[in-house]
């Protein structure tokens, strides 16, 4: 590559760049944090038996949701293991000066949605929490990424991490996406054409004027699922759309500062000549709304598609696993749950387009639908818009915010053998239950599997 001319990526990597090891990996300063319940009392166990303290609590962010119920926060958690978990996270807060946004807190929320919506997220920055989807902070042009519980001792004991730079990845997406297309079957196309391994050892840049044209929430989802399809993190170079998003918001930058910030954040965008180590470009009028039928996010097809012909033993298995035959219509399968929520598709965007679909009609007989918001102030939205009356009139039963269905590890399971639509992010074995059948889809595809109890081709 050029040393005068860099990608996004580059640009935003090498400025936090501390220290390079000869013939090794960098030192990489991190500028946020986020915590949640889960991956983070390892990590500070392992501080208390070094007898280390947490660095820079200032730059941490800590949030319950994974093991939070969505139902009666305001009562005691009944799992042990879920309130032991919050507990602790409360009590090592505490301990350690880490503002925490609990439940029954304002800004209590799902860690990849509160941390933008509170202004908390902003380009150019390094982000990193104990959580794979992580990469949802890139749609801001920041490098986000998971990491594991070793690491989140590392960051609480010094701010920084050691690593090697990932590779860069660009996916380009030009041309008018046909009707009734969302962020997240733009996202779920790309990955049914490129793989779940296909972005190993990148990261990813977004680039084309599908992206350019999205809302930072649809952008926020696409990022989200980089890490579906193997990639390090995902990111979208900011613009007038991510600037107006971030203004005024509650940790955004202000007066003077934030003219500052300005001026460098529109430095951020990948140079004319820079060079990518893999690249790949999409036409939009190619892709049609998306549901996936497997165990895992690139078994994905067009709604109007029948089940495809499974091409190896790990897709015959998945088949099985879901109860499907090669060549079946979609519109056999039974669906009894649909989940609207999770921090892929949990943002008030979502929330409107399914209302808006939904306005009038009444849900299935059969169907039980989740209506699960992914913050508090998500939730406040629902109710100012009126949206909530919508959900209630057509049978759709609003919950408290959460992780909740996208993975079993609270209340909020789907019971073995069921198939549940899902606006979540991963469809493996088992992930919203055992032996339940998930089939990912975006909120408007959800809100239409509803109201009619089976997928369903959208009337032009």
């Not at 926020?220 to 399809?229: A, G, H, L, R, W």
């Not at 005024?248 to 140079?271: I, Q």
């Not at 099985?320 to 079946?328: F, R």
């Not at 759709?396 to 789907?414: E, H, T, V, Y």
């Amino acid at each position: 590559m050029n040393n005068d001319k860099k990608t996004l990526f580059d640009k935003v990597w090498d400025a936090h760049v501390v220290e390079t090891i000869p013939d090794g990996p960098q030192i990489i300063y991190i500028d946020k944090h986020l915590i949640h319940e889960v991956t983070s009392p390892q990590a500070f166990a392992e501080l208390g038996a070094r007898n280390l303290e947490v660095f820079r609590p200032k730059q941490i962010v800590a949030t319950a949701d994974h093991n939070v119920p969505t139902l009666d926060q305001d009562l005691p958690i009944r799992d042990d293991s879920s309130r032991n978990q919050v507990e602790q996270l409360t009590e090592n807060c505490k301990k350690n000066n880490i503002e925490l946004y609990g439940l029954g807190h304002p800004y209590q929320g799902i860690v990849h949605i509160i941390a933008p919506e509170l202004g908390v997220t902003q380009p150019g920055m390094s982000i990193v929490c104990g959580d794979s989807h992580t990469s949802t902070h890139g749609a801001f042009g920041s490098i986000a990424f998971g990491i594991g519980t070793s690491q989140v001792a590392q960051v609480f004991a010094s701010q920084c991490l050691l690593l090697n730079k990932p590779k860069s990845m660009r996916i380009t997406v030009n041309g008018t996406l046909n009707k009734n297309v969302q962020p997240k079957d733009v996202i779920l196309y790309i990955i049914s054409k490129v793989g779940t391994d296909s972005g190993t050892g990148y990261f990813c840049e977004y680039a084309g004027n599908v992206f350019e044209e999205m809302s930072m929430e649809g952008r926020m989802t696409v990022c989200n699922m980089s890490i579906e399809m193997g990639a390090r993190g995902g990111m979208i170079a900011p613009d007038e759309t991510t600037f107006d998003y971030v203004k005024g918001r509650t940790f955004a930058p202000k007066g003077e500062e934030w003219e500052e910030k300005l001026e460098y954040w529109k430095t951020l965008k990948t140079d004319d000549e820079a060079v990518f180590d893999a690249e790949f470009s999409f036409d939009a009028s190619d892709i049609y709304p998306m549901i996936t039928y497997g165990t895992n996010p690139g078994m994905g097809i067009s709604i109007s598609q029948n089940i495809p012909n499974p091409q190896n033993e790990s897709e015959k298995k998945a088949l099985k696993y879901m109860g499907l035959k090669a060549g079946q219509a979609l519109s056999d399968i039974k669906v009894n749950y649909v989940f609207i929520g999770s921090c892929t598709n949990a943002r008030i965007e979502d929330f409107r387009s399914a209302a808006n679909y939904i306005k009038g009609k009444s849900k299935s007989e059969h169907v039980q639908v989740l209506i699960v918001p992914g913050s508090q102030q998500v939730l406040k939205q629902i109710f100012e818009e009126g949206l909530d009356k919508v959900f209630n009139e057509a049978g759709f039963q609003i919950r408290q915010p959460g992780c909740s269905a996208c993975l079993a590890m609270n209340d909020d399971k789907i019971p073995e053998g069921e198939y549940c639509v899902s606006t979540s992010n991963r469809n493996f074995e088992g992930r919203q239950g055992q032996g339940a059948r998930t089939i990912l889809a975006s909120p408007l595809t959800a809100a239409k599997v509803a109201i009619e109890g089976r997928i369903s081709v959208f009337e032009n």
